[in-house]
């Protein structure tokens, strides 16, 4: 575990006012900003700045600026559930890179859903797919694998 001490431009000093102005884990000192630090550690807000980023590496915390998330985003893909409504309802398709719940009451097409995405994500892109592949994790023992023949074949 990193100790204050053993950031850039810390002593124990700097340490122990750090401490005593309530950052006295990494994780507080690496969610602070330069301005509040200097503020509250009475230091520069350059130092501030490089013991705030040292702690952020020390904590592996990695943020990202609005346009790193934005162009990440550019290879979100959308698959389609079969249904356009549902669809729509939905910005387009279930997304890919996260999780999406379905929940409901017993009988109200969980299980559809699932098996209808488990056809639709091997679909060709220009038909609502990604020509991907699909593990289907099954914990209630629902999955019917000629319930999936029949809407692959509805697919064609």
Do not use: W
Not at 19 to 25: C, E, K, L
């Amino acid at each position: 575990m990193v100790e204050l001490e053993d950031l850039p431009s810390v002593g124990e000093k700097t340490a122990q006012k750090l401490r005593d102005a309530g950052f006295a884990d990494m994780m507080r000192l690496a969610t602070a900003t330069p301005k509040e630090l200097s503020v509250k550690v009475e230091i520069g807000e350059g130092v501030a700045a490089k013991v705030i980023e040292a702690a952020r590496k020390a904590e592996k915390i990695d943020f990202e600026t609005a346009f790193e998330v934005m162009e990440r985003r550019e290879d979100v893909g959308r698959i389609t559930t079969g249904s356009k409504g549902l669809d729509e309802l939905i910005g387009g398709g279930i997304e890919t890179q996260s999780i999406t719940e379905v929940y409901g009451e017993f009988g109200s097409g969980k299980s559809q859903i699932s098996h209808e995405l488990s056809v639709t994500t091997q679909l060709p892109v220009e038909e609502g797919g990604l020509e991907g592949e699909v593990v289907f994790i099954d914990t209630e023992n629902t999955f019917r694998p000629e319930r999936v023949e029949q809407i692959a074949a509805a697919f064609g």
